[in-house]
């Protein structure tokens, strides 16, 4: 099994910044992808941002060049780099991990409310 813990949602300005993480525990040898998705008020969950283990990423269109996705393996944890924020980004921010040595699995974190606000 894996764990997922994340931290660092908040309420913050348009035009500024957040870092989410989530830390992985358990099984983590057979993670072989982690990401974030969000889901704001009446809408549904959609993908964000991810990362794989051989550090190959992908982002939704709505958040290029404003998000980054990056990992600190020797902590087990994934950071979600929020710049430039904009009302449209407020929603729930939930990371998963896929992972599985025999069929794929995934886990959610807990899930960490962004609120871009003035």
């Known amino acids: 099994q894996v764990q997922l813990v994340e931290s660092g949602g908040g309420l913050v300005q348009p035009g500024g910044s957040l870092r989410l993480s989530c830390a992985a525990s358990?099984?983590?040898?057979?993670?072989?992808?982690m990401g974030w998705y969000r889901q704001a008020p009446g809408k549904q969950r959609e993908l964000v941002t991810t990362?794989?283990?051989?550090?190959?990423?992908t982002y939704a269109d709505s958040v290029k060049g404003r998000f980054t996705i990056s990992r600190d393996n020797a902590k087990n944890t994934v950071y979600l780099q929020m710049n430039s924020l904009k009302p449209e980004d407020t929603a729930v921010y939930y990371c998963h991990a896929d992972w599985g040595p025999l069929r794929p699995e995934r886990t959610w974190g807990q899930g960490t409310q962004v609120t871009v606000s003035s």
């Open positions: 358990g099984s983590i040898f057979s993670i072989y992808a």
């Open positions: 990362i794989t283990n051989g550090g190959r990423t």
